[in-house]
């Protein structure tokens, strides 16, 4: 066994099936060992997609997603995802291997700091040396998994991946739980809820990474409380549920922000600023905080108590406490929740993205997952789609980069071959990845990607015409045509210029043995009364 098999094998034992990367010289050592230790390598196009990917598995299999990158622009290429990973807080081992120890700091072609790269992004940034491979693994491993969770950083010397191997493969370390708050913290939170008459909760990031998610709805159904999301924490509790409101913070969000504004206790579930800072959207209402981390707010914030610790152990608690008194009532909610959505789908005489996304989430089942990409079309998604399950509503919104989507969607469905997904994706976005089609289609993953084509960076359009700017710089096609073209990399394109064309293209694609790419032709103008208003 050299260390590149003493990798492999450590990273199996923390149950990673798949890694995502770009191949070089400096790789292959880590690639072969992988090939006979039954550690998947997923070539992607971009390293920058292999990070967005490993994201994602993480997200969908609660174990850290890994990447593989080499040196130079390979590792700033995965910086990318290595970032995205941080904000959005999900676990991953990124490894760069890189030259021989006795290269590393000389003016070497390609060569640069890999740990000042990669120190801002990640929990950690280590090398991995002679007799402290496994070990520094582990310890990676542990803290990627620790709360917060996110990213950490390993450089390995391609001498050091050829090297006898010199250690076991190591147990990995449960990470600790954050320490739990304190009875009196928690009587205290009971009591500022227990005075609250019209209380509103809003549920965050954090709470997606719960052991018990199930603890968010009862302490939503014992205390009669209607809730809201965030765009991330989405499914966590069905949407179908009479107490949801939907999300925050996204198209039409001063309708949420009326009716939450309406309320006189705001409680932040498993709520992390890294999505939307409370100052956005609070107003005068006081919060009560529950989260793994104090709230970074600014003194606009009325702070009514801070309740800090372990999140399941918190909620748990909350929920045991005798109903709080309110005065919502279902109707109001109802109401609210209908006209919300009935803002959100303003009639236009042309094919509208929200009747593109409508017909989209009608094919696909309740426990169907959904990828899509970050534009204008993200805060009407966001909105307006409804999520069933935790884990089927893939988006960034801590990093919010722009080639997310159909990367995302290639790894989940990765790792839930057994649900169907499917990618919605904008035209600028498209251009950004559009050649890990060709993994999608190496793999076999049938996924519909629906690329709603409007012919603008439309969101960046929006903001143009919101400061009275020209359009200058956001028009990504100044031509029509009638069909797209028959394949792209092997991929099925297929054209849906109407509504009946979208639902039966999607339905077909459902089905297919591979992926199929739907051209969706939409008049972006209602973006402009409902992104931001």
Known sequence: MNNADLIVA???????????????????PLMEAMRLGGLHFVLTAHEGSAGFAADVMARMTGRPGLAIATLGPGATNLATGVGNAFLDRSPMIAITCTLVQAQLGRRIQMWIDHHTLFRPITKGTFVLTPGRVASTLAEAIT????????????????????????????????????????????????AVLARARKPVAVIGTTAMRM????????????????????????GLIDEDHPLSIGCIE????????????????????????IEVEYEAWTGPVPVLHVDIEHADVDASVRIAHELVGDLDHSIARLAAFPASANQWTAAAIASHREAYQRALRPAMPHFTPHEAIDIVRDALPANGVLAFDVGAHTHQIASQWPTHAPRTFLITNGWSSMGFGLPAAIAAKIARPDLPVVCILGDGCFQMTCGELAVAKRHGLAIPFVVLDDRWLSLIKVKQERRQFAHYGTLLLNETY?????HYFGVPAVGARTREALDREIRKALRASGPTVIETVVDPAHYTETVYD
Do not use: W
């Open 10 to 28: 450590t990273l199996k034992t923390a149950g990673i099936t798949h890694g995502f990367g770009v191949p070089s010289g400096n790789v292959l």
């Open 143 to 190: 803290l990627a998994l620790t709360e917060p969770q996110g990213p950490v950083h390993l450089d390995l010397p391609e001498d050091v991946a050829l090297a006898p191997a010199t250690e076991a493969v190591p147990a990995i370390a449960v990470p600790a739980r954050r320490p739990m708050a304190s009875d009196a913290a928690i009587d205290t939170a009971a």
């Open 211 to 234: 052991r018990d998610p199930g603890a968010l709805r009862a302490f939503i159904d014992r205390h009669r409380m209607p809730f809201a999301t965030t765009t991330m924490a989405k």
């Open 250 to 273: 996204r198209s039409k969000r001063k309708v949420q922000r009326t009716f939450i504004q309406g309320a006189d206790l705001i409680v932040g579930l498993g709520y992390d600023t």
């Open 482 to 486: 009638e069909e797209p073209p028959a």
